[in-house]
């Protein structure tokens, strides 16, 4: 047994050997623990092995913690047989949704509920299967872990270690609050980025042009695939049609406040939207500062973001977020360093120093 | 009178000295234009000449082109006294909205509506007032010019010459249909990111630690001004309510569709989403090209990005776009720096040959 500097000693078994199954495969095997993969379809299962994931799970095998990255429809079911088919085993998964699973898993094995914690790490990619994998897909990035009031202390602190070792970091809430909190925090805002992309998809020709970057920012979310979103959604029909629906009341009023020429009414609603934007917290975990932006011009050529952040990096000032205006129609970027409001003019000033065309 | 290069000759008048009319101002004076400047408030017009954005208005001055730059609900009165006040004037202005000043220009002053041509850069800035100003706020940006069925051809003309002046690219449309579009593109968006938004900021304590990305970019917009996007959204009622009750009827569906689990419609709605998000003109107006992220870990340090920019440029690939992901709780960052998707394995590759922590 490879020390590892807590209880998670392995081997731990990945049913499942997609993108965030190989992925935590490789985090283990990386972190040297004994790693065992399965997976219905067998040629996923020989490509997770020779990315140096783990070897196949043989009879005799006995891992401590089983984790379930199976889709989201099929969760509660593989996990209700994981639990039958490793009694000695902890089990976990990295399911989008958590309260539908556990249900399920209550229902059908009750017994056994106690040795499985659910667990949600926040992290993806545009891409899918084993070869898409990576250790380094969680670093830096939330892992909600979610026991219930059955799940055994060791189930819980084994799906922490868990996170930790993948670099992730774990987020310990009930099952209910998670589904509720990715309902406000994702599933929603995915679902209303859906529509208002909808209605791009039926623009009359032209209409278009005028799209900045605000609209590519609101539906952005949306160009992903439909047929995983629709099961994470299915999985978390409750909690999201209750928000739905308190957005439709909203829509309501607004739509009533801008047909009336009420500003009052609207009012009240873009400052509850303006509050919500304040909510959220800041780039990792930090109270959110007041920041500015500065707009640099920038030819669009390789080689320039290279040069600008160099000159950039010479102000001293932290860049907390960048983004690259889209504007059609010219070889020109606009690209906006967003930084802490009380660093603005000194950026800005470095950069005009050096050349660049630079504003506020 | 100083050599331009085509009919736009000046003298340009701009009528007020905010943040669009003194970078507008700015813009012209670098191209020697003589610019007259007009506020109500007297202090800003100081503050504009400051700045080398002009002169104070004199009487006996005859300007050539009016540019209108006031909050959008005095834009038909002050456009309609301008046209009277400058009888020899073609007259424009900076307002999000077109049909509605339009109308109001129609029905005070219609013998004089053939010398007003609308016109609306796609630009800002999270400030305001004339010390905001700069020549270049619109470079590379679109610039919408709204001739209607009445309008001298010379105005429409002036217009676009003074879009390319500021460095913009003109677009010409009907004002109705410039209306519709920004409903759609901009308007609605942000009215539906404020909703999804108004959501979290009634979200129980500790949900929104599991906001990702998502959700930032989602309701990003929504943290403007209250106040001026109010104004807006009332100039443009009309086409504003429309979109709003098509997309509160496809709302409706949505519902229905996750409530009954009934699978097939939601996906209609979410693959029409996704065609939306594909509908979006290509950057710089060059159709979409299929795109690629590659994930690049980042510690929050002065110097890193500029590093790593350096390195991304000896691929001799083009970033098209970057991000910066802002997951709370450790002081590392995930950058997804956006490239052609056929140039992403070699951009990950020389990545990772120069020590970064890359993957797809």
């Known amino acids: 047994m490879t020390e590892t500097g807590g209880a998670l000693a392995g081997p731990v078994e990945i049913v499942g050997v997609g993108l965030l199954g190989t992925s935590v495969a490789l985090a283990c095997a990386k972190a040297g623990l004994d790693v065992l993969l399965s997976d219905a379809t067998a040629s996923h299962v020989r490509t997770a092995s020779g990315l140096g994931a783990g070897r196949p799970r043989k009879p005799g095998d006995s891992p401590q913690l089983v984790v379930v990255a199976v889709p989201p429809a099929h969760l509660g079911e593989v996990i209700t047989r994981v639990l039958a088919d490793s009694p000695d085993a902890f089990v976990t998964d990295v399911g989008s949704v958590k309260a539908s699973p556990l249900a399920y898993v209550r229902e059908h094995n009750p017994d056994d509920v106690r040795r499985y914690v659910g667990g949600h790490p926040m992290a993806g990619s545009e891409r899918s299967g084993p070869l898409a ?19 055994a202390p060791e189930a819980t602190a084994l799906v922490e270690e868990l ?64 047929g995983l979103y629709g099961q994470i959604v299915a999985g978390n029909a409750h909690a999201v049609t209750a928000l739905l629906a308190e957005v439709r009341t909203q829509l309501d009023d607004m739509i009533e406040a801008v047909g009336n020429g009420d500003a009052a009414a609207l009012d009240v609603l873009l400052k509850e939207g303006q509050a919500g934007t304040r909510a959220i917290p800041g780039k990792h975990g930090r109270p959110q500062t007041v920041q500015a932006s500065v707009y640099v011009t920038v030819p669009d050529e390789p080689g320039n973001l290279a040069r600008l952040f160099a000159d950039a990096g010479e102000s001293g000032v932290n860049i907390e977020d960048v983004r690259i205006d889209h504007d059609p129609g010219r070889p020109v970027g606009v690209m906006e360093l967003i930084v802490a409001h009380d660093a603005a003019d000194r950026m800005q000033a470095v950069l005009e120093s050096r050349g660049w065309v630079a504003h506020r």
Chains 1, 2 share one sequence.
Do not use: Y
Not at 134 to 144: D, Q, V
Not at 191 to 209: D, I, K, N, Q, S
């Open 133 to 151: 994998a990576t250790a380094t897909l969680f670093e830096g990035r939330p892992w909600a872990v979610t026991p219930h009031a059955d799940a």
């Open 163 to 226: 996170a930790a070792l993948c670099g992730a970091l774990p987020l310990v809430l009930e099952p209910d609050d998670h589904d509720q909190a990715v309902a406000r925090t994702s599933h929603v805002p995915h679902l209303m980025a859906a529509l208002v992309a909808g209605r791009l998809a039926v623009a009359p020709v032209g209409h278009l042009r005028l799209s900045g970057q605000g609209v590519r920012d609101v539906t952005r979310v949306a160009g992903g695939d439909p």
